[in-house]
């Protein structure tokens, strides 16, 4: 018996066996226009095999570079689009360099830190005032994150200028709207709204149970 184990291995399974043995004839083709001609084919054959690549922008460009994949880079053929080469596929991408500075404040994140960074350097004015009162109001809501318990408006302000190293400072007519209970404990539209309203349906389904119940005793 013939087993896969013992066949060739599939470069893109995906595709199947058949696809890499047409890929195979092509690349023993003398005839290049034959070549392409031919490619083209397979190429049609693969986009019907995995026909959700269409819903991928520039999914032909993805097709032929698969083409290029099983062939291993050795099909000499006229591409629609620009060959890459084996050492460019496998060739690792170049680190990220991450930014080794501790962070102040890890209940904020280094994000705030950022916010801080370009708020602090922006010119005075009413556009900067709303962006410190819109950094204000989403440090707090990180806060309540990390400490259930409430938070004043000046610890939050407090903790902008310890982490810009008093560069920015939040003018005393700045003020942040009060966070009502049920905006901090309940979800609105989700578990709040359908909270209350099966709670309404219990004691309506409750009520017409008890009233049944009274006249049918009555009687």
Same mark, same amino acid.
Request: proline share 5%; charged share 30%.
């Given at each position: 018996?013939?087993?896969?184990?013992?066949?060739?291995?599939?470069?893109?399974?995906? +595709? /199947? *066996?058949?696809?890499?043995? =047409? #890929? %195979?004839?092509?690349?023993?083709?003398?005839?290049?226009?034959?070549?392409? $001609?031919?490619?083209?084919?397979?190429?049609?054959?693969?986009?019907?095999?995995?026909?959700?690549?269409?819903?991928?922008?520039?999914?032909?460009?993805?097709?032929?570079?698969?083409?290029?994949?099983?062939?291993?880079?050795?099909?000499?053929?006229?591409?629609?689009?620009?060959?890459?080469?084996?050492?460019?596929?496998?060739?690792?991408?170049?680190?990220?360099?991450?930014?080794?500075?501790?962070?102040?404040?890890?209940? +904020? /994140? *280094?994000?705030?830190?950022? =916010? #801080? %960074?370009?708020?602090?350097?922006?010119?005075?004015?009413?556009?900067?005032? $709303?962006?410190?009162?819109?950094?204000?109001?989403?440090?707090?809501?990180?806060?309540?994150?990390?400490?259930?318990?409430?938070?004043?408006?000046?610890?939050?302000?407090?903790?902008?200028?310890?982490?810009?190293?008093?560069?920015?400072?939040?003018?005393?007519?700045?003020?942040?709207?009060?966070?009502?209970?049920?905006?901090?404990?309940?979800?609105?539209?989700?578990?709040?709204?359908?909270?209350?309203?099966?709670?309404?349906?219990? *004691?309506?389904?409750?009520?017409?149970?008890?009233?049944?119940?009274?006249?049918?005793?009555?009687?």
């Amino acid at each position: 018996m013939d087993y896969n184990t013992q066949r060739e291995k599939l470069i893109m399974p995906e +595709y /199947g *066996r058949h696809v890499q043995k =047409m #890929i %195979e004839y092509v690349k023993k083709i003398k005839d290049k226009d034959k070549r392409n $001609e031919q490619i083209k084919a397979v190429v049609n054959v693969m986009a019907t095999l995995n026909p959700q690549l269409k819903d991928m922008n520039d999914y032909q460009r993805k097709l032929w570079g698969h083409v290029e994949v099983i062939s291993d880079f050795d099909l000499d053929i006229d591409s629609p689009y620009p060959l890459l080469t084996k050492e460019e596929f496998i060739a690792h991408p170049e680190p990220l360099e991450h930014s080794q500075k501790p962070i102040k404040a890890r209940h +904020y /994140g *280094r994000n705030i830190e950022n =916010m #801080i %960074e370009v708020i602090q350097n922006k010119e005075e004015g009413e556009v900067k005032d $709303e962006m410190i009162k819109a950094l204000a109001t989403y440090m707090r809501q990180q806060y309540l994150i990390w400490n259930k318990d409430s938070v004043s408006e000046e610890t939050i302000f407090n903790d902008i200028r310890k982490l810009s190293n008093d560069r920015l400072i939040v003018p005393e007519y700045i003020h942040l709207k009060p966070i009502s209970e049920k905006a901090v404990f309940t979800r609105p539209g989700i578990m709040g709204q359908n909270y209350n309203n099966n709670n309404k349906n219990y *004691r309506k389904n409750s009520n017409n149970k008890n009233s049944k119940k009274h006249w049918k005793n009555k009687r």
